[in-house]
């Protein structure tokens, strides 16, 4: 049996930073302030996560340009990723976390939670803007949004359109950009890093 890898929080939520789009860079400087934390901390998990082959860099000057690496095994931190951002929304909006218990079960595919509830915005006016990337249960899902009395925005795209057009479609790219996973991460992480 092989040793566990000693993943941490930090680690997650540095890596959070790459997830919009998938295609992000960022210096060493740069990531401690958008989380915040010092930036010795964001080098050395930066250099831990370059060293599991998740990340890669590039000295341009004295300065390091971190990205995401491509391939199985940094995809599975990918998917790591996702799974603790869908945690982190669930904890800090359990009414929401209710809702979307009750909507997983009627998707087939993939979904996700974008828009002002996915990017922290949200009002009390505000609408549950879901994405669906496959097929689902429409009227039951606008069943629970009455039950909850939570008006919901779906969007659906056949499975095979997200598939070939996630990085084209400038609805996709958005969703891409700001999303919280609710179902089918394994597969939205697949299509988001090739």
Do not use: W
Request: contains cysteine.
């Amino acid at each position: 049996m092989s040793k566990i890898s000693d993943i941490r929080e930090n680690h997650l939520r540095v890596l959070s930073l790459f997830t919009p789009d998938y295609d992000r860079e960022l210096y060493i400087g740069e990531a401690a302030r958008l989380l915040p934390i010092s930036r010795g901390t964001a080098q050395a998990v930066l250099e831990y996560l370059e060293a599991k082959q998740v990340l890669r860099s590039a000295t341009g000057g004295r300065a390091r340009l971190f990205s995401l690496r491509r391939g199985d095994h940094a995809r599975d931190f990918y998917t790591l990723v996702e799974i603790y951002l869908g945690i982190c929304f669930r904890e800090e909006e359990p009414f929401l976390a209710g809702v979307l218990s009750r909507i997983a079960p009627l998707i087939e595919g993939c979904g996700a939670v974008f828009g002002s509830h996915a990017g922290g915005t949200a009002d009390e006016d505000s609408d549950l803007d879901l994405f669906i990337a496959g097929e689902c249960r429409r009227d039951e899902i606008e069943r629970v949004g009455k039950t909850y009395g939570l008006p919901i925005h779906l969007t659906v795209y056949p499975l095979e359109i997200f598939d070939r057009s996630l990085h084209t479609d400038p609805f996709l790219r958005e969703v891409l950009r700001n999303h919280v996973l609710i179902k089918g991460t394994e597969h939205f992480v697949e299509q988001a890093v090739g």
